[in-house]
């Protein structure tokens, strides 16, 4: 009786050892996998951060440039002389471009709603043509320098679109963005876009 007393007792602490080890092993097996996943999902957030930076330092440039070009030309008016209207034109543009660069700095603040699931894109009637030809002008300098023609054609029947103005003129000036770095400056290329307008 008291022999079986001890053994029974033992069993019971070798099971106790066993589960207690059993229990370690799989405590250790959940936190190797919670940190795999968490070093998985820091390397995307990462990876996700840089491009949004990359993305955005571009999409800031473009306004950027637009407004320190046409304002130098503006501030050499004593030399060059510029016609009125063409002052008038590119102060235009200058305040054309700091509405988008205001608008892309909005979307930059507003980053936290994207992470949490509740930005939304805006509905409403949108010119295309006319945002085409914004963008377009935005680009004249850069054009001129790196010596590619901008043409633009397109039906006059166009309609209005449903979309996100803000979000579209990105689109188009992230394309042609990309249209003049790649035309080669020695061919003068001539780039056709969907306006019925010659910038």
């Given at each position: 009786m008291i022999h079986g007393s001890h053994t029974?007792?033992?069993?019971?602490?070798?099971?106790n050892d066993y589960a207690s080890l059993l229990g370690e092993a799989v405590l250790r097996h959940r936190t190797r996998t919670a940190?795999?996943?968490?070093r998985?999902?820091?390397?995307?957030?990462?990876?996700?951060?840089?491009?949004?930076?990359?993305?955005m330092s571009h999409e800031l440039r473009t306004p950027l440039n637009t407004v320190i070009g046409f304002s130098k030309l503006i501030s050499e008016q004593e030399r060059r002389k510029l016609p009125d209207a063409e002052i008038v034109e590119y102060a235009n543009l200058i305040r054309d471009a700091a509405g988008h660069l205001l608008a892309v700095i909005n979307d930059i603040l507003d980053i936290s709603k994207i992470q949490s699931g509740k930005f939304t894109?805006?509905?409403?009637?949108?010119?295309v043509d006319e945002i085409l030809v914004a963008?377009?002008?935005?680009?004249?300098?850069?054009a001129q320098e790196t010596k590619v023609s901008l043409q633009s054609t397109i039906s006059p029947t166009l309609?209005?679109?449903?979309?996100?103005?803000?979000?579209?003129?990105?689109?188009?000036?992230?394309?042609?963005?990309n249209a003049i770095k790649?035309?080669?400056?020695?061919s003068y290329t001539h780039l056709t876009l969907p306006t019925n307008r010659e910038v």
């Open positions: 029974s007792g033992r069993s019971a602490s070798l099971i940190e795999h996943a968490a998985i999902e820091a390397e995307l957030a990462s990876r996700v951060k840089s491009e949004f930076i990359a993305n894109l805006e509905n409403r009637d949108v010119q963008c377009l002008a935005s680009f004249r300098l850069l309609p209005s679109i449903r979309a996100d103005g803000v979000k579209l003129r990105q689109i188009f000036t992230n394309l042609i963005s790649f035309t080669p400056a020695v």
